[in-house]
């Protein structure tokens, strides 16, 4: 099997976040939040090459996140990506910074986002992603979730019969695929194709409660704060 190249993009906006001040910087027990994703990313254990690129607009993030990588995770091939001031807006999302990113660095034959905001994602998952692309066993996946209970949109339920006594199933089987958000993973021919990181094909890599945490809010912070003290 030909080795291949992958490019893990790690998005890291310098503009303050609105509802948690300082979350990209913010240490979480005992490092800052972004260490908890690139210590798991530095475990993976992979026959290909594999580059980790900070994307952000800001010096600051770059500088910061490159000083404190260097003095804890020495052997991470840790990179950096400047992404244009116009995609450091709330508008800007996943698949338009993908779009910039692969533009400047389209020599991988893979490449995976991941959000610093899911924290507890182990480096399992991330292998298991990883192997799926390799393998050839799909073109793209994402970590994602059951989510089991009743969804309105508008008011209107999405996965239950509101109209009829027989409408109501048990929550339990009803059964939703919920994104974590935290990483996608997809060939350089998908995106090419299909301008977005995912479609109906791609497959779902399901994870733990714990991994799935993605971290929004103050109150999700706190949270996190909990149980980071309890992981190893």
């Given at each position: 099997m030909t080795s291949k190249k992958i490019a893990v993009e790690i998005p890291?906006?310098?503009?303050?976040?609105?509802?948690v001040p300082g979350k990209n910087t913010r240490n979480l027990n005992d490092k800052p939040l972004f260490g908890w994703l690139l210590t798991s990313l530095s475990k993976i254990e992979c026959n290909?090459?594999?580059?980790?690129?900070?994307?952000?607009?800001?010096?600051?993030?770059?500088?910061?996140?490159?000083?404190?990588?260097?003095?804890?995770?020495?052997?991470?091939?840790?990179?950096?990506?400047?992404?244009?001031?116009?995609?450091?807006?709330d508008d800007a999302n996943g698949n338009h910074l993908l779009m910039e990113f692969i533009k400047h660095n389209n020599d991988y034959d893979i490449y995976m986002q991941s959000h610093i905001t899911c924290p507890f994602v182990k480096t399992?998952?991330?292998?298991?992603?990883?192997?799926?692309?390799?393998?050839?066993?799909?073109?793209?996946?994402?970590?994602?979730?059951?989510?089991?209970?009743?969804?309105?949109?508008?008011?209107?339920p999405i996965n239950y019969d509101c109209h009829s006594p027989e409408g109501l199933k048990r929550s339990q089987d009803s059964k939703l695929i919920q994104e974590t958000t935290?990483?996608?993973?997809?060939?350089?021919?998908?995106?090419?194709?299909?301008?977005?990181?995912?479609?109906?094909?791609?497959?779902?890599?399901?994870?733990?409660?714990?991994?799935?945490?993605?971290?929004d809010t103050e109150f999700d912070f706190s949270l996190a704060e909990i149980l980071s003290s309890t992981i190893n």
């Amino acid at each position: 099997m030909t080795s291949k190249k992958i490019a893990v993009e790690i998005p890291v906006k310098g503009t303050p976040s609105l509802r948690v001040p300082g979350k990209n910087t913010r240490n979480l027990n005992d490092k800052p939040l972004f260490g908890w994703l690139l210590t798991s990313l530095s475990k993976i254990e992979c026959n290909s090459k594999i580059d980790f690129f900070i994307d952000s607009e800001s010096d600051y993030i770059h500088d910061y996140i490159e000083l404190w990588a260097t003095k804890n995770l020495p052997k991470l091939n840790l990179k950096h990506f400047k992404r244009p001031a116009v995609l450091a807006g709330d508008d800007a999302n996943g698949n338009h910074l993908l779009m910039e990113f692969i533009k400047h660095n389209n020599d991988y034959d893979i490449y995976m986002q991941s959000h610093i905001t899911c924290p507890f994602v182990k480096t399992e998952t991330f292998e298991r992603l990883i192997s799926i692309i390799i393998k050839g066993e799909s073109n793209s996946a994402y970590t994602a979730v059951d989510f089991i209970g009743w969804i309105r949109k508008n008011n209107l339920p999405i996965n239950y019969d509101c109209h009829s006594p027989e409408g109501l199933k048990r929550s339990q089987d009803s059964k939703l695929i919920q994104e974590t958000t935290s990483t996608y993973i997809f060939s350089k021919e998908f995106f090419n194709l299909n301008n977005t990181r995912t479609n109906e094909t791609s497959t779902p890599v399901f994870c733990t409660e714990l991994e799935s945490l993605d971290i929004d809010t103050e109150f999700d912070f706190s949270l996190a704060e909990i149980l980071s003290s309890t992981i190893n």
